[in-house]
């Protein structure tokens, strides 16, 4: 892979070989697998066709329809965007998942139980997998029902809070509806204020 580069494109379950691939050689891919416009809808694919073929950034603006846009808090920071889905994530600690120091780290997931992300954000905190990260994308969390009267949204609140760093929330990334493809492993700019995550493309 170091000397002859492939950009792997896909999401979900394909976050472990993101991670694992940026860990042993720092070769960025695609987050994302939206090609059909058909089944994905024509945004989603333009998107995929942008992110494949264009040396120009992408700017992915928080979308206030979407739950996560609530989480949104202040400040500007820089670095790689590293991540995806969070189960994924969790499931590459201790073994594929490299070092988050001075990252942008990028969450979305579907249809868990509040308490699963509980523990696996708490889980991610305590480890020291968290420490250092400069900012937190976060994506779309999907099929989430309430529990206890408490929804998605709080739980993430909660355990991102502590992080205190900054945090953009309503980015159409994940399994949601009109998810885009996106660089992954590149330089980002996330601006909290402005409401935008600025992605370098995976083939500059």
């Not at 202040?74 to 790689?80: E, H, M, P």
């Not at 189960?87 to 594929?96: K, P, Q, T, V």
């Not at 308490?115 to 480890?127: E, M, N, Y």
Request: hydrophobic share 45%; aromatic share 4%; glycine share 12%.
């Amino acid at each position: 892979m170091r000397a002859n580069p492939k950009v792997l494109i896909g999401f979900s379950e394909i976050t472990i070989l993101h991670l694992s691939i940026w860990q042993q050689c720092a070769v960025p891919g695609i987050h994302g697998a939206a090609w059909n416009p058909i089944q994905s809808g024509e945004t989603s694919s333009k998107s995929f066709e942008r992110a494949i073929s264009s040396i120009e950034d992408t700017v992915v603006h928080s979308d206030e329809s979407e739950p996560t846009a609530r989480l949104t808090t202040s400040g500007k920071v820089r670095g790689a965007l590293l991540g995806g889905n969070l189960d994924m994530i969790a499931a590459a600690a201790g073994w594929a998942l490299p070092s988050l120091d001075g990252a942008i780290l990028l969450i979305e997931d579907v249809e868990k139980g509040l308490g699963h992300i509980d523990r696996t954000l708490t889980r991610l905190i305590k480890s020291g997998c968290l420490a250092g990260i400069a900012g937190v994308a976060v994506g779309q969390f999907t099929k989430f029902a309430p529990s206890k009267g408490l929804t998605v949204i709080d739980v993430l609140r909660d355990r991102l809070g502590v992080l205190g760093v900054p945090i953009l929330g309503g980015l159409p990334l994940g399994h949601g509806p009109d998810a885009l493809a996106i660089p992954i492993g590149t330089e980002a700019t996330l601006d909290a204020d402005r409401k935008t995550l600025t992605i370098t493309s995976a083939f500059v």
